[in-house]
């Protein structure tokens, strides 16, 4: 019997997670990231949406960053302006911070938001700071100002960055207590990953690449894995939670820890 003991002993560390700097989920075993924000009904990347995140009880608000053409960061998802608001078209990066929060990005969903503006990304600092994570998605900005401001709101440890292996690694050497979080892409591209980033606490692939190898060849390397969802379909949650993911983005935060206190 104390053979047995010994051995299981033995063997325990080499499965064990490594352990993340991250606080645990608030719903059991799987972190929910609200994509864009909780924005069913709610103008997306809004601070609106971002706080309809908080109270749900999120555990990442997804944000996407863009460079104004005077040099400020705000959270706009494409590249130009036309699908969020009937005042103007155009690429985000040839407006000011100025121009962009006069136009009414709001009203396309519902006039009620008519007063929703682009955020900044110190506005969404500022809302999430002590209260939720951010899963930084880096469209267009350069990293040292942003990190400039994460230091300022002491939140390097409440962030996870999602960008091109190229970024994440000038990330790693400006910030090495930052999160970086690469996708893998398909699931030969692991190996070459898990070299390039050693010791990395979260990877991200996408949905059409996903299956249960990659979860289990990332918990191997200790990392966990967030999954960008296909669809807000709760067999895919299921499937996904079946596989062991550590963490869903999906458009719909609400269903999905509706789904997980039932299963719960």
Avoid at 110 to 135: A, H, M, S
Wanted: a negative charge; glycine letters at 6%.
């Amino acid at each position: 019997m104390r053979f047995y003991i010994i051995w299981i002993a033995l063997l325990l560390p080499a499965f064990a997670q490594a352990e993340s700097v991250l606080p645990p989920p608030n719903h059991g075993n799987l972190y929910v990231i609200a994509h864009r924000g909780a924005h069913i009904g709610i103008p997306e990347n809004t601070l609106a949406a971002y706080q309809k995140a908080i109270d749900l009880g999120c555990d990442f608000v997804e944000i996407d960053v863009r460079t104004t053409k005077d040099g400020h960061y705000v959270s706009i998802h494409n590249k130009d302006v036309d699908a969020y608001t009937k005042d103007a078209t155009g690429l985000v990066d040839d407006f000011t911070l100025a121009e962009l929060q006069a136009l009414d990005i709001g009203s396309r969903v519902d006039p009620k938001w008519k007063n929703e503006r682009v955020p900044t990304f110190e506005d969404i600092l500022k809302l999430c700071q002590g209260k939720i994570g951010i899963y930084l998605d880096l469209k267009n900005a350069p990293i040292p100002p942003l990190l400039e401001l994460i230091h300022k709101y002491d939140m390097e440890k409440n962030i996870v960055w999602y960008s091109s292996w190229k970024e994440l690694e000038k990330l790693q050497e400006l910030c090495p207590t930052c999160i970086p979080m690469p996708d893998p892409g398909t699931i030969k591209m692991l190996p070459k990953l898990f070299k390039r980033f050693e010791g990395v606490q979260v990877v991200s692939p996408v949905w059409r690449n996903f299956s249960k190898e990659i979860v289990d060849l990332s918990h191997n390397e200790k990392a966990m894995v967030f999954v960008d969802e296909g669809d807000s379909d709760p067999n895919e949650w299921a499937l996904a939670l079946s596989w062991g993911t550590d963490g869903i983005q999906t458009d719909d935060p609400e269903a999905l820890i509706k789904f997980l206190k039932e299963k719960k």
